[in-house]
Structure formats: C-alpha cells, structure tokens
Nanobody, 125 residues
Framework: QVQLVESGGGLVQVGDFLRLSCTASTRTFSPYRMGWFRQAPGKEREFVAAITWSGVSLNYADSVKGRSTISRDNAKNTVYLQMNSLKPEDTAVYYC??????????????????WGQGTQVTVSS
C-alpha cells in the first residue's frame, strides 16, 4: 500500500507563495500520474494540477494556471506544487493523489488510486 504525505501548507498573506510537497512512502514508486486537488470549506474537492511521472504531460485548472507549477523528483518519490500570487480563494485543504495506471482524465478524482491526508493552506487578506 502506498502512503502519500503532504507538507508545506500554512498561513500566508495575499500575494505570497507556497511550495507544497507530497512524498510517497514506498521505495519502489512508479505511478502513471500524480495530481493535486483541493477542498475549500463548504465546497466539493476540485482538481488543481497533475503531472505524469515521466514529466511529459502537465495539466492545470484554470483557477491556478499561470501562477502555479507542478513538478516531480522521481529519485525522491516526491511531487511538488508551487503556487504564486496566492489569493484568499486558494484557501483550502490540499490533497495529493497517485494513479497507478492511465484511466482517463487527470482532473477526475475517480482516476486516482491513492490519496494523502491533506495539508491546510490559508491565505489571509
């Protein structure tokens, strides 16, 4: 069983940046794709960004496109999400997810097999 552990969340100001990390516990980790999702209070969880483990394919939600970068370090079994120019509406619990194989769109939760526990990001104005 793969365990994903997120880190890097916290309380920041509008306009600040954060880099979230998600590390897989297993030594042999080679998913097809990693993704980031978020859930704001009172809202459903939504897609943020995704990257194939090869790094060839990236996808971003419109809400973060242009100010966020997803990347991965295969040697460290870690995926990152750098978010710049943070806004109050970015406040949410951020989850990382891993897909063992390709099953369709990277923006759909059902296409991921493993999930982390989440890390809180709060953007204060």
């Amino acid at each position: 069983q793969v365990q994903l552990v997120e880190s890097g969340g916290g309380l920041v100001q509008v306009g600040d940046f954060l880099r979230l990390s998600c590390t897989a516990s297993t030594r042999t980790f080679s998913p097809y794709r990693m993704g980031w999702f978020r859930q704001a209070p009172g809202k459903e969880r939504e897609f943020v960004a995704a990257i194939t483990w090869s790094g060839v394919s990236l996808n971003y939600a419109d809400s973060v496109k242009g100010r966020s970068t997803i990347s991965r370090d295969n040697a460290k079994n870690t995926v990152y999400l750098q978010m710049n120019s943070l806004k109050p509406e970015d406040t949410a619990v951020y989850y990382c997810a891993a897909a063992r194989t390709y099953r369709g769109s990277s923006s759909l939760e059902r296409n991921y097999d493993y999930w982390g526990q989440g890390t809180q990001v709060t953007v204060s104005s």
